[in-house]
């Protein structure tokens, strides 16, 4: 027996016989005999970055311009309007019960431009009525002073025709929260006092280019520049010029149908009032009339939508 199996206690046989019990691979025979081979390691795959830079682009630029496609359709603008514009007074109070929420929100479905009077309740709500028709039109036995947001707001308000339904009011807030950006809002106002609350909530909403004051009241017509909102001439156009409407901050002006031609060569953007009929519309729009308010729009403009 060797010097070094002397040292360990055993012979090179009786190790070969342990090793053979446990398993193990003789002496002679590689380690590795019977294990699965090693797949080899796949090349590492090159990042391309300026194709990936370049991708990015693409997508931010698509994105971008889907939002402003998109957006530009959900809010509507006055920069944004066709010409010629039609408008609502009163809802159409010809058609639906005036000032209701109703009107205001099939305008807004028929592509008219809601036109509300505003004015202000006993408790300083400003509401959309019409401080001398709203009482028998809701059959009041007082004025609007006598009420305050809940009790306007319990009212009905009878339609115009025979065999139409009813209509409920609505608050100034409630028209800006509801239907603003998804169309114009051409809201009467005659007082300064009521105008504050009125442009206070516009620029709450962001909504001072959807909007548009009209008015034969200069302070009113400057509050609303200051704004940022286009005020509109609502009086007696006979009583002073184009250049001192433009000075006092109104933009647009109302003229009778009959005259409002003679309007068109100024700054200031002309709407026709007392249209009779879809030709003259097109007619006054041939000759530079930007729009047209109604208490019918549907007689001179029918609108393009479709019902059910």
């Given at each position: ?105 099939e305008n807004t479905k028929f592509g008219y431009l809601p036109a509300p009077t505003l004015t202000t309740l006993g408790d300083g709500t400003v509401v959309a009525a019409d401080p001398e028709a ?175």
């Amino acid at each position: 027996m060797s010097k070094k199996n002397r040292r360990y206690g055993r012979s090179e046989r009786e190790q070969n016989q342990r090793a053979q019990a446990n398993g193990s691979q003789t002496p002679d025979a590689p380690l590795d005999h019977d294990r699965a081979p090693v797949p080899d390691r796949p090349a590492p795959k090159k990042f391309n970055a300026p194709l990936w830079a370049g991708l990015i682009v693409v997508i931010a630029v698509v994105a971008v311009l889907g939002f402003n496609m998109f957006s530009s359709k959900d809010h509507l603008t006055v920069d944004s309007l066709n010409q010629p514009a039609v408008a609502a007074l009163d809802g159409g109070s010809d058609v639906y019960p005036a000032n209701s929420k109703r009107a205001f929100t099939e305008n807004t479905k028929f592509g008219y431009l809601p036109a509300p009077t505003l004015t202000t309740l006993g408790d300083g709500t400003v509401v959309a009525a019409d401080p001398e028709a709203a009482p028998k039109d809701m059959g009041l036995k007082d004025d609007l002073s006598t009420l305050d947001r809940d009790s306007f707001l319990a009212q009905t308000i009878k339609p115009p025709r025979k065999g139409t339904a009813s209509g409920e009011p609505m608050t100034w807030d409630q028209m800006i929260d509801e239907i603003a950006g998804a169309t114009v809002l051409m809201p009467l106002v005659e007082s300064p006092e009521v105008a504050g609350p009125v442009l206070e909530k516009v620029a709450e909403a962001d909504s001072a280019e959807s909007t548009i004051v009209r008015t034969s009241s200069a302070a009113v017509a400057k509050a609303a520049s200051d704004a940022g909102v286009a005020a509109m001439f609502t009086g007696d156009v006979t009583a002073s010029g184009a250049e001192s409407f433009s000075s006092s901050g109104y933009t647009m002006i109302a003229v009778d149908a009959a005259d409002a031609a003679e309007w068109t060569g100024t700054d200031l953007k002309v709407w026709a009032t007392g249209v009779k009929d879809e030709k003259q519309l097109k007619e006054l729009a041939e000759a530079g009339v930007f729009g047209a308010l109604s208490t019918n729009p549907y007689t001179i403009q029918p609108s393009d939508v479709k019902t059910d």
